[in-house]
């Protein structure tokens, strides 16, 4: 990604993913990994922002990321 004036527009891809809903979907650490697998899956990408969410819920938390990517090579 370059630096760009005023007006300028582009794209950022990105992937939500959440745990299955039920027993676990509170379980920070297993968000993670999923989120680590998708990103390995998906090679050589550079990444530009992660959100974390969390709902409440009658059960345990429901929990949500989103990561926005660029498909261009990190920068290293």
């Not at 027993?23 to 959100?51: C, F, K, P």
């Amino acid at each position: 990604m370059t630096a760009a004036g005023p007006g300028a527009e582009w794209t950022v891809a990105h992937f939500s993913q959440s745990n299955a809903e039920g027993s676990g979907q509170g379980d920070v650490a297993a968000l993670l990994r999923r989120v680590a697998d998708t990103l390995d899956e998906l090679g050589d990408v550079q990444v530009q922002d992660i959100t974390f969410a969390s709902e409440v819920t009658a059960g345990e938390d429901a929990l949500r990321m989103t990561v926005y990517y660029h498909r261009e090579p990190r920068r290293r």
